[in-house]
């Protein structure tokens, strides 16, 4: 006789990102709490306000206590407890798959729990000749700008058919020209700044690499002084080298536009 036995792990903590908090919030933790199990999660010391809010909904809700929990606080050593925590029995995570290998070195070291992980990554587009460019770089501009590329999900990169290709990149450019960085609770503003000083930083490095094997044709500077934030305008880089041996149109992983592959 087989017997499947459907039953909750117990105590899931979750760790999920600044980016869109609301979000990460809600898909991460509805499936464990409707599964039966308690929930610990921290959100991120960039963003904590609105998680923030939510634990009081929650309170008012009527939770019992000790069911959905929320905490806040930086890597260390908040999420470091979590992901060594021996009542922990599945942790969850999203984020960069650097601090990924944290976690999994953590609980792999003290509590051998399930931990799932939810990565870093950018989505290429494909572009052939019967695409319509305009809709298609209208989509890119979007999804660069929002959140100004800090997303996992931006279009950072197209592969796009040759014959249609240097077309397609003076249409970017075009959609590109309309970026209107500035306070992002204006409505008006639709290109926001990066998250904080060192995610600037990096971005302008990566920018700078950027410069070594490809041909700058859009931005590449920030703009700290002009704009008095961590703002990067919309940066395209032309023919840079791509892991794969194809020739490509790049950017950053983290800041303005896509990397547009072509065929040859």
Known sequence: ????????????????????????????SAPALITGNTVVLKSSEKAPLAVARIAELIVEAGFPLGVFDIISGHGVPSGQILSRHMDVRALGF??????????????????????????????PALL?????????????QFSIQINSGQVCMANSRDSVQKSIALQFIETLKTKFSGARAGNPLDKDTNYSPQAEEVQHRNVLNYIEEGKKSGTL?????????????????????????????????????????PRIYREH
């Open 128 to 140: 052939f000749k019967d695409a319509n460019l305009e809709k298609a770089a209208a989509q890119t």
């Open 94 to 123: 999203t984020g960069s798959s650097r601090t990924s290998k944290m976690i999994q070195e953590k609980a792999a070291r003290t509590n051998p729990n399930k931990v799932i992980l939810e990565l870093g990554g950018k989505l």
């Open 1 to 28: 006789m087989t017997m499947t036995l459907r039953q909750p792990y117990g105590v899931v903590a979750l760790i999920i990102p600044w980016n869109v908090p609301c979000h990460f919030l809600a898909i991460k």
């Open 217 to 257: 044709v859009l931005g590449g500077s920030g703009k700290l002084e002009s704009m008095n934030g961590f703002f990067v305008e919309p940066t395209m880089f032309l023919d840079t080298p791509d892991p794969n041996g194809i020739k490509s149109l790049n950017s950053n992983r983290k800041a303005s536009v």
